[in-house]
């Protein structure tokens, strides 16, 4: 009798959803978020097309939320899609800037704020390069970049001319920083190769022709002349020295020496490292710091590189998704890098996907950054799953997909054509939440709703004698006995950029002892016994 009562109780136990430590909830419809991408066809057919797009997380009205904006791409002139649309579509595809209503939703106002540009689009990274107090936005795509003002009033205006952004080809992965700290952010931009839409030689297997079958093209840099206009220094720079086929770029400080430098991921050629030479140049050293390639001394497809303290040493490590295995290359000083990729765990998980959209971010707030991946086809339209990676410390990482909810769990897994994707903490609970832009389909948004998730504190930095937003600055916090220390970044992972405020898990850290901000300018700025679980901001003194 005790048997036949436990059959039922054992059963229903069973059937029960598995509790993972990071968990996601898809929000996309009750956020009010409606965003499909096109790439402009009726399939896909060229490079141009499965390159994807991006977005940014950024408080274009100031309110204390983080808005979104998100890009496409859209049908171009004759003769530039193999297999064009039959009928013109309408209204035509656009970007779409979304403002967070602080409720948990989105009001569409891209028409308002004017920021749909005739462009086929690809990033899009946000920084307010006027010192005025607004998040201005760049765009890149095919044949042009374009800038946008914010006017502070709701509204956008196209300065790209008035500011001198001449960026011919196709741009791409893009990023901000401050290069020779003159308190004005200046401006990296990735190009990918010289597309020819009229080259159709391949072989069917292929689909269409890829990396290798374009010239390799270069990368530009502009100098923020702190007046509103910028100037291309990439030749005097050495930036232009190089050419390559960019597919993601990001700026960091990864030697210490108070001076940004850039890494760029290439697809299907060896990988840059531009060291910052502290006078106005750059040397190229990825293949003497053991970044260029991967781990088995391949060029592989590399998508999204991020810089992060994985293991709290106070040193800037390197993680790049790619169309292979990944690449995790810790940071051992002396302007070296150590590939452990296999070592932590994360080849065997990642080499069934192509990954893209990418990040590091504490999404269960234990002090240590975990890692979220997107996934889809490289060259077909082929659904994947995505993944996210717990860290676990001392350089492993566990699968923890399959308990991250519906959205990841297995049986119900939810698969797409993934490219880029952004992060914030976009309702203020103090979780990290995700936004996926997928090739030719809707784009989901996630919200963290992780379980037990620890204390935190999210940073906003205001500079005054540095850049307004605090790019570059450091920021370090002391709680619980741990040091923790992140960088201002703006652009990073596969075309996009997560939210500008610097956040930290603090695990059961009830207060912060010190909070450390060590400012572009060089003014070290030290808070004792902040309070914990809220956004504070920084002003520089």
């Known amino acids: ?150 006017r502070g009033d709701g509204t956008f205006e196209d300065v790209t001319a008035k500011a001198g952004l001449n960026v011919p080809g196709w741009s791409i992965g893009a990023a901000w920083l401050d290069y020779d700290r003159d308190d004005c952010v200046d401006l990296f931009v990735g190009r990918y190769v010289k597309f020819d839409p009229e080259y159709r030689t391949f072989y069917a297997a292929d689909n269409y022709p890829g990396p290798l079958d374009y010239p390799a093209e270069t990368n530009m840099l502009f100098h923020n002349n702190c007046d509103g206009t910028f100037t291309d220094v990439s030749a005097k720079s050495g930036i232009a020295a190089f050419k390559g086929r960019t597919m993601g770029a990001t700026a960091a400080d990864f030697d210490g020496d108070g001076y940004p430098d ?14 910052n030479q502290r006078d106005g140049t750059f040397k190229e050293m990825a293949t003497e710091a053991g970044v260029a390639y991967g781990q088995n001394g391949e060029n592989t497809s590399a998508m999204g590189p991020v810089f992060a303290d994985f293991d709290g040493d106070g040193k800037v490590d390197l993680w790049i998704s790619d169309s292979k295995y990944n690449r995790m290359y810790r940071n051992l000083g002396g302007l070296q890098f150590e590939d452990i990729t296999e070592k932590a765990g994360i080849s065997n998980l990642a080499a069934q996907y192509v990954s893209w959209g990418t990040t590091a971010q504490d999404f269960d707030n234990d002090g240590l950054p975990d890692l979220f991946v997107a996934h889809g086809g490289l060259i077909h339209m082929i659904p994947q799953e995505h993944s996210v990676f717990r860290n676990l410390g001392k350089w492993k990482f566990e699968d923890v997909s399959s308990t991250a909810g519906a959205f990841f769990a297995n049986k119900t897994a939810v698969k797409s054509v993934g490219r880029g994707a952004a992060f914030a903490d976009y309702d203020n609970d103090g979780r990290m939440d995700a936004f996926l832009v997928n090739l030719g389909a809707p784009a989901v948004l996630l919200r963290n709703t992780s379980p037990g998730a620890g204390h935190w504190i999210g940073v906003r930095l205001v500079g005054k004698k540095s850049n307004r937003d605090g790019i570059g600055a450091q920021v370090e916090v002391l709680a619980g006995g741990v040091r923790q220390r992140r960088e201002r970044i703006a652009g990073s992972g596969y075309l996009s950029q997560d939210d500008g405020r610097v956040h930290f898990g603090l695990g059961k850290a009830a207060t912060i002892g010190k909070l450390t901000v060590t400012w572009p300018s060089g003014t070290v700025q030290t808070l004792d016994n902040v309070a914990v679980d809220r956004v504070v901001t920084v002003e520089e003194k």
């Open 262 to 275: 850039i890494y760029v991921a290439n697809d299907k050629t060896e990988n840059f490292l531009f060291h």
């Open 1 to 150: 009798m005790l048997f036949r009562l436990l059959i039922p109780v054992l059963l229903f136990a069973a059937a029960e959803p598995v509790q993972g430590p990071i968990r996601f909830e898809d929000v996309t419809r009750k956020a009010g978020i409606a965003f499909q991408h096109s790439f402009g066809a009726e399939q896909l057919g060229s490079l141009l097309e499965s390159t994807g797009a991006g977005a940014v997380w950024f408080d274009y009205n100031n309110d204390g939320y983080q808005d979104l904006y998100v890009v496409s791409g859209r049908p171009l002139g004759p003769g530039m899609h193999p297999y064009p649309l039959r009928k013109a579509p309408d209204p035509m595809p656009h970007n779409h800037l979304y403002r967070n209503n602080r409720d948990g939703t989105f009001t569409d106002v891209t028409a308002a704020a004017g920021v749909a540009p005739d462009l086929f689009s690809m990033a899009a990274i946000a920084a307010d390069y006027d010192n005025d107090g607004n998040e201005d936005l760049l765009v890149t795509g095919y044949g042009r970049v374009v800038l946008y003002r914010n």
